[in-house]
Nanobody, 125 residues
């Protein structure tokens, strides 16, 4: 069983930055593929970014390329999402997720096995 706890959300002005963290329990964190998803009010959950277990491969949704960076620190059992140049349309609840089948990198939420409770990100325009 893996528990994921997100933190770092909050209110920020457009153009600002936030860094989300997702702390994972469990000794096998380094073998999991990790992803970030988001869900805005009235919208479906969507893929944001993912990273392989080795930190050597990443994938991003087109709408965050060049603005968001996913990274992980396996020694700390933590995955991060650095969000720069935030826009009002980035407002959503952000979730981290873990996939026990770590490769290939996954974009579908159904391919992830564990989910955090989410952290709210609100970007004011």
């Amino acid at each position: 069983q893996v528990q994921l706890v997100e933190s770092g959300g909050g209110l920020v002005q457009a153009g600002g930055s936030l860094r989300l963290s997702c702390a994972a329990s469990g000794r096998t964190f380094s073998s999991y593929g990790m992803g970030w998803f988001r869900q805005a009010p009235g919208k479906e959950r969507e893929f944001v970014a993912a990273i392989s277990w080795s930190d050597r491969s990443t994938d991003y949704a087109d709408f965050v390329k060049g603005r968001f960076t996913i990274s992980r620190d396996n020694a700390k059992n933590t995955v991060y999402l650095q969000m720069n140049s935030l826009k009002a349309e980035d407002t959503a609840v952000y979730y981290c997720a873990a996939a026990t089948t770590a490769w290939p990198i996954k974009r579908r939420g159904d391919d992830y096995d564990y989910w955090g409770q989410g952290t709210q990100v609100t970007v004011s325009s």
